[in-house]
């Protein structure tokens, strides 16, 4: 591997173990696009972030003034001292110009000892009970963690919940978010919120419409926008004073106020920010906060909203865990992009190289941060992300963890495949992951499908950070899975087991002209054959329970169960090849909350899943 001043990776090992030449062109598009190499720091007052690990102690050139995460400070003479608590504190030279920001790891993210639990995996906008408004919202999350508890499991992995521009049409994908710090105004329970009685008719009339959208399998975001929104405007003309409300946004502080104006310029000019009046186009300039000024109200109605957000996401984690799932970037028309525009490199897009089911590669149209800028602002957007994704959760999936260590980039309006590696400092990236799980007491997992360089997961692991073992994948049984993973049969992008042992996965790729993969459908499904013992014409039922059979002897601190498993669903979350022929992200489960918690598919897997032992130093948030 040759690596330029850049970060730029020139070289690179594919899927298939073959090393790979990346194109001179790719290079110095990439170099254009990140404008500089990082300057080297001469000395350590020149360095803009010092990670170290709890403990550790080392010499200063000189005296400084060390000011703490609290607010205190202490003199620091000629070495710094080693019983510093864990967080962000500031190293302030003699001359007192440039702090640098001083991160103290505890090294590993919270992991209790002996840990073996099992849980749901869910899609919260499929998960709908006869009292949704066409979507699952936080008030159906809470009903199925609070099931799930009363079935032994102990947490519930959730699609990403995070916020989408507040305009038509409403963007159906998770992992292509405006802001990955503030939640969807779509996931609230209506009903619930404080006024709603008071609405009386109108209330009524809005509901009766929205519970008659769950009569159509497809989720109709943008007719379940209008309806919510509708009904929150009626609440926010009636809204009294909260005290409680008044402080959220204290503590929430300039970023919940920015994201909220961008929601109220998004109304005004439309969902890309690149498209509106120039005057707006910078988060800080003085004519966005003239505009706030001007348009306080609806600005302060956005922060009400996460406010709300807030509140029914934590009563629905009181039941049980909620493993939050982290999208590796945001969308580059979105609020995050917006604020944070200095940081990223806006005609690049992040993706994945050709590997074995993806021949042309991928480009999923999210901007990456620009390592040397993004350490340069203290990691502060890498630490907002982490904290408010965290938020109620005692758990964390993120997606594509080798982006902790290197970034597919492909240039703008060029293909997936010709793009390179650009490599990020992951030791620093692990350290502020790791503050932030001990503080949440959260469970870390790192999705590591695909293609891993060496000694990457080995680093994730001395970080406490699971590994994500797949049935489809693993070539071991999973009696032989390592036990710091998360062990699975499948994601939401994969075929479902059911989909799998029908056919029917295969059946509606071939009906979408997608020119399925058969051999690996047929590898799959071989795959639950010998797992399970199972005939070829086994049914379905049977297949799935049989499989659980097996994955729960993993020795995995976590073992997963689909929504989707429990109530024998045939189609996949998405399909990344099918573009707009297939409803990617936007179909509920085949039955309603109501349903599933009286079936005897769950039942039947939970009690298989019970039966993995558990050690009493289980006292994670888990419990």
Same mark, same amino acid.
């Given at each position: 591997?040759?690596?330029?001043?850049?970060?730029?990776?020139?070289?690179?090992?594919?899927?298939?173990?073959?090393?790979?030449?990346?194109?001179?062109?790719?290079?110095?598009?990439?170099?254009?696009?990140?404008?500089?190499?990082?300057?080297? %720091?001469?000395?350590?007052?020149?360095?803009?972030?010092?990670?170290?690990?709890?403990?550790?102690?080392?010499?200063?050139?000189?005296?400084?003034?060390?000011?703490?995460?609290?607010?205190?400070?202490?003199?620091?003479?000629?070495?710094?001292?080693?019983?510093?608590?864990?967080?962000?504190?500031?190293?302030?030279?003699?001359?007192?110009?440039?702090?640098?920001?001083?991160?103290?790891?505890?090294?590993?993210?919270?992991?209790?000892?002996?840990?073996?639990?099992?849980?749901?995996?869910?899609?919260?906008?499929? %998960?709908?009970?006869?009292?949704?408004?066409?979507?699952?919202?936080? +008030?159906?999350?809470?009903?199925?963690?609070?099931?799930?508890? &009363?079935?032994?499991?102990?947490?519930?992995?959730?699609?990403?919940?995070?916020?989408?521009?507040?305009?038509?049409?409403? !963007?159906?994908?998770?992992?292509?978010?405006?802001?990955?710090?503030?939640?969807?105004?779509?996931?609230?329970?209506?009903?619930?919120?404080?006024?709603?009685?008071?609405?009386?008719?109108?209330?009524?009339? =809005?509901?009766?419409?929205?519970?008659?959208?769950?009569?159509?399998? $497809?989720?109709?975001?943008?007719?379940? *926008?209008?309806?919510?929104?509708?009904?929150?405007?009626?609440?926010?003309? $009636?809204?009294?004073?909260?005290?409680?409300?008044?402080?959220?946004?204290?503590?929430?502080?300039?970023? =919940?106020?920015?994201?909220?104006?961008?929601?109220?310029? +998004?109304?005004?000019?439309?969902?890309?920010?690149?498209?509106?009046?120039?005057?707006?186009?910078?988060?800080?300039?003085? &004519?966005?906060?003239?505009?706030?000024? @001007?348009? %306080?109200?609806?600005?302060?109605?956005?922060?009400? =909203?996460?406010?709300?957000?807030?509140?029914?996401?934590?009563?629905?984690?009181?039941?049980?865990?909620?493993?939050?799932? =982290?999208?590796?970037? *945001?969308?580059?028309?979105?609020?995050?992009?917006?604020?944070?525009?200095?940081?990223?490199?806006?005609?690049?897009?992040?993706?994945?190289?050709?590997?074995?089911?993806?021949?042309? /590669?991928?480009?999923?149209?999210?901007?990456?941060?620009?390592?040397?800028?993004?350490?340069?602002?203290?990691?502060?957007? *890498?630490?907002?992300?982490?904290?408010?994704?965290?938020?109620?959760?005692?758990?964390?999936?993120?997606?594509?963890?080798?982006?902790?260590?290197?970034?597919?980039?492909?240039?703008?309006?060029?293909?997936?495949?010709? /793009?390179?590696?650009? #490599?990020?400092? %992951?030791?620093?990236?692990?350290?502020?992951?790791?503050?932030?799980?001990?503080?949440?007491? @959260?469970?870390?997992?790192?999705?590591?499908?695909?293609?891993?360089?060496?000694?990457?997961?080995?680093?994730?692991?001395?970080?406490?950070?699971?590994?994500?073992?797949?049935?489809?994948? !693993?070539?071991?049984?999973?009696?032989?899975?390592?036990?710091?993973?998360?062990?699975?049969?499948?994601?939401?992008?994969?075929?479902?087991?059911?989909?799998?042992?029908?056919?029917?996965?295969?059946?509606?790729? #071939?009906?979408?002209?997608?020119?399925?993969?058969?051999?690996?459908?047929?590898?799959?499904?071989?795959?639950?054959?010998?797992?399970?013992?199972?005939?070829?014409?086994?049914?379905?039922?049977?297949?799935?329970?049989?499989?659980?059979?097996?994955?729960?002897?993993?020795?995995?601190?976590?073992?997963?169960?689909?929504?989707? @498993? @429990?109530?024998?669903?045939?189609?996949?979350?998405?399909?990344?090849?099918?573009?707009?022929?297939?409803?990617?992200?936007?179909?509920?489960?085949?039955?309603?909350?109501?349903?599933?918690?009286?079936?005897?598919?769950?039942?039947?897997?939970?009690?298989?899943?019970?039966?993995?032992?558990?050690?009493?130093?289980?006292?994670?948030?888990?419990?």
């Amino acid at each position: 591997m040759s690596t330029d001043l850049w970060g730029i990776d020139a070289t690179y090992e594919d899927a298939a173990g073959t090393t790979q030449t990346v194109s001179e062109q790719a290079i110095a598009r990439i170099r254009t696009s990140i404008r500089r190499p990082p300057r080297p %720091a001469r000395s350590l007052y020149e360095e803009c972030v010092k990670v170290i690990h709890q403990g550790q102690s080392f010499p200063l050139p000189t005296a400084a003034e060390l000011q703490l995460e609290d607010g205190t400070t202490r003199p620091i003479h000629d070495r710094l001292p080693s019983d510093l608590p864990i967080g962000y504190h500031q190293l302030i030279p003699p001359d007192r110009s440039y702090p640098v920001r001083l991160i103290v790891s505890p090294g590993r993210c919270h992991l209790p000892p002996g840990l073996r639990i099992w849980g749901w995996s869910a899609q919260v906008y499929a %998960a709908r009970s006869r009292q949704s408004w066409g979507i699952g919202d936080l +008030a159906d999350l809470r009903r199925l963690a609070q099931w799930s508890k &009363d079935l032994g499991a102990r947490m519930v992995l959730i699609n990403p919940l995070l916020a989408a521009s507040p305009v038509l049409p409403q !963007e159906a994908s998770p992992y292509s978010p405006s802001s990955r710090r503030y939640l969807n105004p779509l996931y609230l329970r209506i009903e619930d919120l404080p006024g709603a009685a008071r609405l009386g008719h109108d209330l009524q009339r =809005l509901a009766t419409l929205g519970r008659a959208l769950n009569e159509d399998r $497809h989720i109709d975001r943008d007719r379940v *926008f209008l309806l919510k929104q509708e009904a929150l405007q009626l609440l926010w003309s $009636h809204c009294e004073e909260d005290p409680a409300f008044e402080q959220f946004c204290i503590v929430e502080g300039r970023p =919940l106020h920015q994201f909220a104006v961008f929601c109220a310029l +998004a109304e005004a000019y439309g969902s890309s920010w690149r498209q509106w009046p120039s005057a707006y186009r910078h988060a800080d300039s003085r &004519d966005v906060e003239q505009f706030a000024h @001007a348009h %306080a109200d609806r600005v302060k109605f956005h922060a009400w =909203l996460q406010w709300l957000l807030d509140q029914q996401l934590a009563q629905a984690s009181k039941s049980v865990s909620l493993m939050q799932d =982290l999208p590796v970037g *945001f969308s580059p028309d979105g609020a995050d992009s917006w604020v944070w525009q200095d940081l990223i490199a806006a005609d690049m897009r992040i993706g994945a190289p050709p590997d074995l089911y993806n021949t042309e /590669g991928q480009d999923w149209g999210l901007p990456p941060f620009i390592p040397y800028r993004l350490q340069e602002a203290g990691y502060e957007p *890498f630490i907002q992300t982490i904290r408010a994704v965290l938020r109620h959760a005692g758990g964390l999936r993120i997606d594509h963890v080798m982006g902790l260590f290197r970034l597919w980039w492909v240039p703008q309006e060029q293909k997936a495949k010709d /793009g390179a590696y650009v #490599r990020y400092h %992951a030791e620093d990236l692990l350290a502020i992951i790791a503050i932030e799980s001990q503080r949440a007491g @959260a469970i870390v997992v790192g999705e590591d499908l695909g293609t891993v360089e060496p000694g990457v997961r080995e680093q994730l692991a001395d970080h406490n950070v699971l590994s994500y073992r797949l049935l489809w994948f !693993e070539d071991t049984p999973p009696s032989q899975y390592p036990e710091k993973a998360l062990a699975a049969i499948t994601t939401h992008d994969l075929p479902t087991l059911a989909g799998v042992w029908t056919g029917r996965d295969l059946e509606m790729q #071939r009906h979408l002209g997608l020119n399925p993969d058969t051999s690996a459908n047929e590898k799959f499904r071989e795959k639950i054959r010998q797992t399970s013992n199972l005939d070829a014409d086994a049914d379905v039922a049977l297949a799935i329970t049989s499989t659980f059979e097996q994955l729960a002897q993993a020795p995995s601190a976590i073992v997963m169960a689909s929504m989707e @498993a @429990a109530t024998v669903t045939h189609e996949r979350p998405n399909m990344p090849t099918a573009g707009g022929k297939y409803p990617n992200w936007s179909l509920a489960l085949p039955l309603p909350l109501e349903d599933i918690e009286s079936s005897e598919i769950p039942r039947r897997l939970a009690t298989i899943l019970n039966g993995r032992s558990e050690t009493k130093e289980n006292t994670s948030r888990a419990d």
